[in-house]
Structure formats: structure tokens, C-alpha cells
T-cell receptor, first 115, second 114 residues
Framework: DAGVTQSPTHLIKTRGQHVTLRCSPI?????VSWYQQVLGQGPQFIFQ???????GRGNFPDRFSARQFPNYSSELNVNALLLGDSALYLC??????????????FGEGSRLTVL | KQEVTQIPAALSVPEGENLVLNCSFT??????LQWFRQDPGKGLTSLLL?????REQTSGRLNASLDKSSGRSTLYIAASQPGDSATYLC?????????????FGTGTSLTVIP
């Protein structure tokens, strides 16, 4: 079975540009979460989606947005990129979400570099 | 604000040693706690998940314990091997106003010397 898949794996953007990152959860998983990991730090929670609805939002500016599609895949969008947005963006899926709790499974991440 | 702390930040041990990694958190009202492994530049690999009602979980050479009242978890690795070298992350799921959210520690970087 395929695990969590993310694309692209690496990308380079310049300040002010926009980026879209994509994630496909493990088959049967309905919850997708996005995390930002800056070098040397633990991942920071950005968004959680469950059954196509936003169920949680971390402390990130409105330049960050996300959505979940009917097939449970998800996109993370970041507008007006700043140098500080350079990070590894991780997607995680779980079988359940919302007020239920389940094991998180992560993808390999998308490495974003902003110049 | 919820916080998760991992000590030590780095650890170097000779092959074959047993070792303990520590994780502490600020609030005992948690849903569960999950330990991950991360290799350089890679994603996170799930090692063990402990629900709030459990005291420990075991998988092979790994054993994780949870003491909610003291806000602590430990990951015990038996008979360490060079392949165990990686960063180990502790993540705690806390309740929030809208559901729940994982908070991560900054990790313990483990080096096992052959």
C-alpha cells in the first residue's frame, strides 16, 4: 500500500511568489494535517482537515490556506512568500480526525526554499 | 500555551548500549502521545503511539512509557545499533477549542557509534 505522498519534493521560489503543495493521504484515511518544520526545530501545526472541513488551524498568517478535496487529497497554498517561509512542509494523514484521535503517518515532505 | 520538551538535545552512545530518551509536557489533559523517528532531510516515521489510557507500548527493541500525572514520557531503546542513528521526536496531542492538535518537541539527535 502506498503511504502518504507529497509533491513536489523540492522547489525554489522568490519572495512575493505563490506556492501550492500537494498531498495524497493513505488510502482510507480521511484526515489530513499540514506542518511546517524549520531546520533544527520540531514540526509546527498549520492546518487539519477532516471530511473536507477545516478542523484546526495553527498560529500562521492568512497567507497560508489549504483545502481538502472529495478524494481526501489536500493542497496547501502560501501567498506572498517570505524568506522565513523556507522550510520542510510535511503532510500527515490519519484514519480519523476531528475529536477522534488516531496515529499520524507522515509523507517525505516538500522542501521549499525562498530566495 | 502547550509545550513539549525533549532532553537531551543530542546523545552519542556506543553500539549495544541501552538508552532512554525523555519527553515532558505541560498539561496532563492529553489525548495521546506519539514517538517518531526522522532521518536527515526526510519525513517522520511513526514508532509508537500511546493513548492517554495506556501506560506503555512496545515494538521490538523499543518501549515507550507514559505518566500523564507527571507530564512525562520515555522512549527506551534496547541494544542500540548504528542504524538507530536519527532524530527522535515526541508529539503530544492536546485538546483545543476546535478539536485537538499535536505539539512537537525539538527532538533528540541520537548517534550510535559502531
Amino acid at each position: 500500500d502506498a503511504g502518504v505522498t507529497q509533491s513536489p519534493t523540492h522547489l525554489i521560489k522568490t519572495r512575493g511568489q505563490h506556492v501550492t503543495l500537494r498531498c495524497s493521504p493513505i488510502s482510507g484515511h480521511k484526515s489530513v494535517s499540514w506542518y511546517q518544520q524549520v531546520l533544527g526545530q520540531g514540526p509546527q501545526f498549520i492546518f487539519q482537515y477532516y471530511e473536507k472541513e477545516e478542523r484546526g488551524r495553527g498560529n500562521f498568517p492568512d497567507r497560508f490556506s489549504a483545502r481538502q478535496f472529495p478524494n481526501y487529497s489536500s493542497e496547501l497554498n502560501v501567498n506572498a512568500l517570505l524568506l522565513g517561509d523556507s522550510a520542510l512542509y510535511l503532510c500527515a494523514s490519519s484514519l480519523v480526525g476531528g475529536t477522534n484521535t488516531g496515529e499520524l503517518f507522515f509523507g517525505e515532505g516538500s522542501r521549499l526554499t525562498v530566495l | 500555551k502547550q509545550e513539549v520538551t525533549q532532553i537531551p538535545a543530542a546523545l552519542s552512545v556506543p553500539e549495544g548500549e541501552n538508552l532512554v530518551l525523555n519527553c515532558s509536557f505541560t498539561d496532563s489533559a492529553i489525548y495521546n502521545l506519539q514517538w517518531f523517528r526522522q532521518d536527515p532531510g526526510k519525513g517522520l516515521t511513526s514508532l509508537l503511539l500511546i493513548q492517554s489510557s495506556q501506560r506503555e507500548q512496545t515494538s521490538g527493541r523499543l518501549n515507550a512509557s507514559l505518566d500523564k500525572s507527571s507530564g512525562r514520557s520515555t522512549l527506551y531503546i534496547a541494544a542500540s545499533q548504528p542504524g538507530d542513528s536519527a532524530t527522535y521526536l515526541c508529539a503530544v496531542r492536546f485538546p483545543t477549542n476546535t478539536g485537538n492538535q499535536f505539539y512537537f518537541g525539538t527532538g533528540t539527535s541520537l548517534t550510535v557509534i559502531p
